[in-house]
Nanobody, 126 residues
Framework: QVPLEESGGGSVQTGGSLRLSCPTSGYGDTGYYLTWFRRRPGTEREGVASLFSGDRNTLYSDAVKGRFRIGLDNGEDTLYLEMNNLKPGDTAMYYC???????????????????WGRGTQVTVSS
């Protein structure tokens, strides 16, 4: 497992935007699930956006659908998460993770992922 590293977190006001990045360490071109998770204060970690690098198919949680966009950049070397119209409820530590297709049955099942970053904090104030 290759450790990942997120960047791009910060503090914004409601309605603002942020873009998170995570170098894929080769997972971007090898048919892996690349997923952004978050842990909001007092809650368990939850999946918010997932991309399968084999066919670029994406999945979003209902909470972020229409506001967040996941993709690969820089020739598939960087996973990003564009976050628009941010709300205080989006305040969380955000993590990127990579999971092998033979282990991931449900993209938002964190137990299927073997490579993780340490997280980047996003804070949205009202």
């Amino acid at each position: 497992q290759v450790p990942l590293e997120e960047s791009g977190g910060g503090s914004v006001q409601t309605g603002g935007s942020l873009r998170l990045s995570c170098p894929t360490s080769g997972y971007g071109d090898t048919g892996y699930y690349l997923t952004w998770f978050r842990r909001r204060p007092g809650t368990e970690r939850e999946g918010v956006a997932s991309l399968f690098s084999g066919d670029r198919n994406t999945l979003y949680s209902d909470a972020v659908k229409g506001r967040f966009r996941i993709g690969l950049d820089n020739g598939e070397d960087t996973l990003y998460l564009e976050m628009n119209n941010l709300k205080p409820g989006d305040t969380a530590m955000y993590y990127c993770a990579a999971g092998a297709p033979w282990r991931v049955k449900q993209p938002f099942d964190e137990s299927a992922y073997s490579s993780w970053g340490r997280g980047t904090q996003v804070t949205v104030s009202s």
